[in-house]
């Protein structure tokens, strides 16, 4: 019976262990496939298009203009935006949750900010077009409010909640004691957080930051309704204030019409390829420095 | 509660049968075709003009469930294509890939003109500017002409938007209005033309913003937008869309409006296609602006 019952476990012991293995596999596998696809699907455009039209700096498919120049620079232009309004925001909603609130308004805060996190973007969207870009419009007297920065700080927006809510655990994750030995030797609140509780945290914030990126830079329905989809390269940062047009929303504005084995549908799968490289150096970039965070961290404790 | 649903479910089909045969026996003497469901797609021009066929015709012919999605023209004919839709509707004639596509998947699309659509050029009501020539408008839309002072009107910049380039709209202006129904000529919107995805996105945009001129389907213009009146060239009278205007020919910027079926459409089709050409329907055209064909 009993002989017989170990049997049974060690039975189950291996079907569980066998899914699990396959659930593990089967991620690394589909992002193999995705891969895969978009790699078939795109390849063609390499030898419809050349190489020098690919990468110059007009885009207007339905002439055979395929330069993906303004819509990698347009991407690029609002991300960097994004950062710039969420790192900090991010960063200071997390140290003020972790460090200061006192407990009752934190309980109050941090489900806020994971409902702001839940907004459908497309909501965010209509917020931009009737609200915000009338009102920068004005603001800065501009041709038009569908510009780069109307994107960028609703972007910074959707990116807040991811930064707050990864750097909060982060920030908690830090041993009472770090806090409590640095208050013990005189320091100020601040100067424990900023030069003792944020660098205990850097690796996690790090990743915050980097998963706070990589949610700006995919995200496509608030930037194709408020960015004015011109497809023009920018030039620097005073851009932020004239129109872009970004990959994502070129993908979702263009896929629905093309024309299935066109160059115009090749070439939207190239997009999409450089698209998942961009977030694929975002991503490696940051394991790479966290894992070279923790290996030191390692060291200074052993 | 599972069960329940499908039980739920059950008795709902069984309900549309009933209705779908009462309908059938209470018009037996026509020889009605059996009912079914009609999937018609494509432009987002003719969308609400579609669906309010639509919903009409169901009052009529309870059996016969008419599915209408928008999508854009292209989108349309590539889901006729694909053999998705029994109708696709779009705003401007199929393109010879397009045919020679469907012929290559063994369909042929078969043509009919439904309406007719007048392009207006809108403006904010607070610009004082009130009429251009062709030419003006192919010059601000190519970017030769960028501030409202070079055409009567205020020193302010000229912000430009268009449809995105899916829009059967987008194309239609490139080739009449920008490049002046000229084949030969190969002028584009310049860059800094903003492609806003819907028709809603400019609508709200002319709204808020003085320096903005857009386009759109007359079926879309609100009170709160002001439309410009157009002359052929700079002699000619300027002239605002109407259906009179359009039905006369005078104003410039009309188009015909396309329903495309898999070959010559029979049966409940073929029946639906026919009475959108009946008065009865054409009058819907006129209260959702468009222009009426008239035979």
Known sequence: ?302 | MRKHRILSLQAFLLLLFLAACSGTDSQAGDSLPPGGTIENKGSDTIVNLALAWAESYQTIHPEVRLAVTGGGSGTGIASLINGTVDIANASRQIKEEERQDALDNGTEPVEFVIARDAIAVIINPENPVDQLTLQQISDIYSGKLTNWQEVGGEDRPIVKLSRETNSGTHVYFLEEVVRLGDKENHTLFSRDTLLLPSSEGIGAEIRQNPNAIGYDGLGYVTDDMKVIAIARSPGEPYILPSAESVNSGQYPVARDLYMYTNGTPEGMVADYLEWILTPEAQEIVTELGFVPILR
């Open chain 1, 1 to 302: 019976m009993s002989r017989s019952k170990t049997n049974q476990q060690a039975v189950n012991e291996f079907f569980i262990n066998l899914l699990i293995k396959i659930a593990g596999y089967s991620a690394i596998l589909f992002v193999g496939m995705i891969f895969l696809f978009l790699l078939l699907e795109s390849a063609p455009a390499l030898g419809e298009v050349q190489l020098g039209a690919l990468f110059s700096d007009r885009w207007y498919p339905i002439e055979d203009y395929f330069g993906v120049l303004p819509l990698i620079g347009g991407s690029l232009l609002i991300t960097i935006g994004a950062t710039l309004i969420a790192v900090p925001f991010g960063i200071g909603t997390a140290v003020f949750l972790s460090e200061i609130a006192p407990r009752w308004l934190r309980e109050i805060l941090k489900p806020l900010v994971e409902v702001l996190g839940g907004l459908p973007s497309v909501v965010l969207g209509f917020l931009g077009i009737l609200v915000f870009s009338p009102y920068l419009r004005v603001l800065f007297n501009l041709p038009t409010g569908l510009s780069a920065l109307t994107g960028a700080i609703l972007l910074g927006g959707i990116a807040i909640p991811t930064v707050v809510s990864v750097a909060e655990d982060a920030l908690d994750a830090v041993p009472r004691s770090y806090r409590d030995a640095s208050l013990a030797m005189g320091a100020t609140e601040w100067q424990t957080i900023w030069r003792v509780t944020l660098p205990a945290a850097r690796s996690g914030v790090l990743t915050a930051v980097m998963l706070g990126i990589g949610r700006a830079i995919g995200e496509t329905m608030t930037v194709m309704m408020v960015t004015g989809n011109a497809p023009i390269i920018p030039r620097g940062l005073r851009d932020l204030l004239s129109p872009v047009r970004t990959m994502t929303a070129t993908i979702a504005a263009e896929m629905g019409e093309v024309a299935n084995g066109s160059t115009h549908y090749h070439v939207l799968f190239m997009i999409g390829i450089l698209l998942f490289l961009i977030s694929l150096v975002v991503n490696v970039t940051a394991s790479a420095v966290v894992f070279r965070q923790k290996r030191r961290q390692d060291r200074i404790l052993s």
